[in-house]
Each structure stands twice: as C-alpha cells, then as structure tokens.
C-alpha cells in the first residue's frame, strides 16, 4: 500500500522560508516522478512543481518559478520542497503526489498521478 506522509507546513510572515518533506512508502520511489500541487480555500487545485525519477528536469509553475526549489532523495524515499520569499498568496494546503512515469511529458496534469497525500498546511501572513 502506497503511502505519503507530508509534513514541515507552519505559519509563516511573508517574505519567510519553509521546507516540505514527502515520505513515500510502500513504492520502488527511486522508478517515479513526483510533484506538489497545492489547493487554498474556495480554489481548485493547483500544480506547483514536479521533479523526474532522476532529480533532472524540475518544473515549475509560473507562479513559483525562482522562489521553490523541489528536490528528492531517492536513498531516503523523500521529495522535497523549499519555500522562499514566501507570499499570503501562497497559502493553501500543500499535497505531494506520484506520478504513474517516471518522467513526466506533463507533469502539471493532475491526472498523471495516482497517489496523493494528506497534505500539510502552509500559511503566509502579510
């Protein structure tokens, strides 16, 4: 059974820092691509950023591109995510998901991933 455990969400000021932590189980990690959407109150779910089996390749929403930095470690079935420059538009609550490839052509279709989290909460006060 297939298992991911978010954690590392907080409140936090604006202009503040976090890092998210995913810990997979239950899966071969190192054989698939992963990503964190997020989803903040009366929006849809949002993609965020996505990472390759291999750690090549990250993606970025627009939204977040040079301010998140996603990451894995594949010895630690762990994907992660930092947070900087953080903005109270950011808050939501933040869910990693692993995707059915190993690399992605796609990586933003939520449709592509079969696993979720729980999510953890994150939210930027002004």
């Known amino acids: 059974q297939v298992q991911l455990v978010e954690s590392g969400g907080g409140l936090v000021q604006a202009g503040g820092s976090l890092r998210l932590a995913c810990a997979a189980s239950?899966?071969?990690?190192?054989?698939?691509?992963m990503a964190w959407f997020r989803q903040a109150p009366g929006k849809d779910r949002e993609f965020v950023a996505s990472i390759n089996w291999s750690a090549s390749n990250p993606y970025y929403a627009n939204s977040v591109k040079g301010r998140f930095t996603i990451s894995r470690d594949n010895a630690k079935n762990t994907v992660y995510l930092q947070m900087n420059s953080l903005k109270p538009e950011d808050t939501a609550v933040y869910v990693c998901?692993?995707?059915?490839?190993?690399?992605?052509?796609?990586?933003?279709?939520?449709?592509?991933?079969?696993?979720w989290g729980q999510g953890t909460q994150v939210t930027v006060s002004s």
């Open positions: 998901a692993r995707s059915q490839y190993g690399s992605d052509s796609r990586p933003g279709q939520a449709g592509n991933y079969v696993n």
């Open positions: 239950g899966l071969t990690f190192s054989n698939f691509a």
